[in-house]
């Protein structure tokens, strides 16, 4: 009776245990480009590895039922070996958030890291204590960093998404990373002068209130916007719009900045179709704030919002 009784205990923790991740994470390591003198096991062993770390740590103290869990996508392209067991890679990191009354997921993130360096050895454990980032070695520490800085980047949108500034605590976990980051020759984007697009700015972005206005934009975009399109279309879209508005303002007063940018990449086409329906006028104010914020894909709204 009493193994019978630790069992169903023993059950009901796992059970909860289970709901209580924030992530359902797919990662996915292409290692194609490395060398055939590198044994490729060792990088299918990192993707488990990766994986169980995202989807099996507890990154809040909040607890999420399996259909709550942020759905997203990490792709490691391994580049090139740049010593023994140390590697140079690129990261694309995807997650989306879905759409009330609808199966439809919209895009938090669709971002591109191209400046990874990392040492694994295989069955080396996949290990992240925000209050020592560094780790004992830098090198090998910054993979998880990285991983660990997105997760936070990621769980903040998700949560700006739903209240005002409501990921502000987890970009502040993502600011504490580069507080602390890792520090090799090898290693680059997380210092201010490491580029005008890293992981530096887009946090620095993110936390600085001269940026207030993206945090608006955001809520604006999605619980006023999306969230509305299925009751009140001509709400949600007239809420997208301000949104839009807000980034404007935000890229007049501080020209090229890194998140503008990041807002729209992978978002063209949804926004194409939002306004596709609207009133001449409201396509028109659209169009205009799209060509200037997004000039990558001015082209595209052109042709949809013409």
């Given at each position: 009776m009493i193994k019978r009784v630790a069992k169903i205990l023993l059950l009901l923790l796992v059970v909860q245990y289970?709901?209580?991740?924030?992530f359902e994470s797919r990662v996915t390591v292409n290692s194609s480009r490395v060398s055939s003198q590198v044994d490729k096991k060792v990088f299918q062993t990192l993707q488990t590895g990766l994986q169980n770390f995202l989807n099996n740590r507890k990154w809040t103290s909040e607890t999420y039922q399996p259909n709550e869990r942020i759905v997203c996508s990490f792709l490691l392209n391994i580049e090139k070996a740049i010593g023994t067991n140390v590697f140079q890679a690129t990261l694309t990191v995807q997650a989306a958030r879905p759409i009330y009354n609808s199966s439809y997921q919209s895009a938090l993130i669709n971002h591109m890291d191209?400046?990874?360096?990392?040492?694994?050895?295989?069955?080396?454990p996949i290990e992240f204590n925000e209050n020592r980032v560094q780790g004992t070695d830098p090198i090998v520490a910054n993979l998880t960093a990285v991983f660990a800085?997105?997760?936070y980047i990621i769980l903040a949108l998700d949560h700006n998404s739903f209240a005002l500034r409501g990921g502000d605590p987890y970009f502040q976990k993502a600011?504490?990373?580069?507080?602390n980051a890792p520090e090799n020759r090898d290693i680059v984007g997380w210092r201010p002068f490491d580029g005008l697009r890293n992981r530096y700015w887009l946090i620095e972005n993110f936390t600085n209130n001269r940026y207030n206005l993206i945090h608006d934009a955001l809520y604006n975009y999605f619980r006023l916007g999306m969230d509305r399109m299925y009751e009140n279309e001509a709400e949600g879209r007239n809420a997208v719009l301000n949104c839009l508005q807000l980034i404007n303002t935000v890229n007049t007063e501080i020209?090229?900045?890194?998140?503008?940018?990041?807002?729209?990449q992978g978002r063209a086409n949804e926004l194409s179709k939002v306004f596709k329906k609207s009133s001449p006028d409201e396509k028109n104010r659209a169009l205009e704030i799209l060509s200037k914020v997004d000039i990558t894909n001015s082209v595209l709204y052109k042709q949809e919002l013409k």
């Open positions: 289970s709901i209580a991740q924030e191209e400046a990874i360096s990392f040492k694994y050895v295989e069955f080396q800085y997105y997760a600011q504490n990373i580069v507080n020209p090229n900045s890194m998140v503008v940018q990041f807002f729209f």
